[in-house]
Structures are given as structure tokens and as C-alpha cells.
């Protein structure tokens, strides 16, 4: 586990180190391994290309996809995400992964209680819990046509 977080970790830019990178975040998910929760949370937001991914709505974004098989310890992590400014791109990618760990409506009641208690959420992040709730409501989780995808392939 070790190894694979030093390499996800890593922020090299050559192809080699990518890929490396990219591997890294999806063998850490499939181990299950929570102790890669932070690495992973932080790289919720990257994309990758999804040429050799499963068919699934977080495929572009193997940092949540990992996440997601870790499961119910990833949450704090990734909800805690909010607490900073995020873009829309992110949003939808946590709303996303709300829906795929807990389904539409578990998921909402998850994220309105997270707005209730407000703990460990600071001003920014009771907002962004606003917005993405605003934003999980929108969405019609069964149109393939809302699955996040990197700003390079939205249409």
C-alpha cells in the first residue's frame, strides 16, 4: 500500500508518470485500502481518459471511482471536500458519487443532514452543501447524458 500511495501521491507530468499515477488510484480502490482516502479525496477532481474503464458515470474520474469501493469511510473525506472552493465540475462529480454509493434517496437525506448538523463545515461549505443539494435534486440520475464528464469532452 505504501508504494501505491508514494505514486499516486506523485505529481509528474510525463506520460509514464500518468499512467503510473492513474493505476496507483484505481489499485488503491480496488484493494479497498482506506488509507489512500486522502490521496484519493484529493484527486476527485482529475480526470483521465475513460478508454479503459468500466461503463459507469464516474469512469473519467478514477479517484472517485476508487472512493466509491472504499464506501461508507471515504464519506467524511469526500463531503469535506465542500469545505473549500470547488468547481461545478467537482460538484457533479461528488453528486455523482453520492448517488452511486447511496442512491437518490439515501443520498439526499445524507446530504440535507450534512447541511443540518453543520459540523466541520465552514462558511464556504455550508454553501457548497446548499449548492450541491440544489444540484442533486436536478439531476436525472438515470439520463447518461448528465454522467460528469472532464470540461475537454462535456457536450
Known amino acids: ?7 499516486a501521491y506523485s505529481r509528474g507530468e510525463g506520460p509514464g508518470e500518468v499512467s503510473a499515477r492513474q493505476q496507483a488510484i484505481v489499485t488503491l ?3 479497498r485500502a482506506v488509507e489512500g ?4 479525496a484529493r484527486e476527485v477532481p482529475h480526470s483521465f481518459p475513460a478508454h479503459l474503464w ?11 471511482w476508487s472512493l466509491l469501493q472504499i464506501g461508507s469511510p471515504a464519506v467524511p473525506a469526500v463531503l469535506g471536500r465542500l469545505n473549500r472552493d470547488i468547481s461545478q465540475e467537482e460538484m457533479h462529480v461528488i453528486a455523482w ?6 442512491g437518490k434517496e439515501l443520498g439526499l437525506s445524507r446530504l440535507k443532514l450534512t ?3 453543520g459540523k466541520k463545515l465552514s ?10 443539494i440544489e444540484l442533486y435534486q436536478s439531476i436525472d440520475f ?3 447524458r448528465q454522467w460528469p464528464r472532464p470540461p475537454s469532452q462535456a457536450k
Do not use: C, F
Open 115 to 117: 447541511a443540518q448538523s
Open 54 to 64: 468500466r461503463r459507469h458515470p464516474l469512469d473519467h474520474y478514477p479517484a472517485a
Open 97 to 102: 458519487w453520492v448517488y452511486s454509493l447511496d
Open 37 to 40: 482516502i486522502g490521496v484519493l
Open 123 to 132: 462558511d464556504t461549505g455550508k454553501r457548497n452543501v446548499a449548492r450541491l
Open 29 to 31: 480502490g480496488k484493494l
Open 142 to 144: 438515470n439520463d447518461v
Open 1 to 7: 500500500i505504501e508504494g501505491l500511495l508514494a505514486v
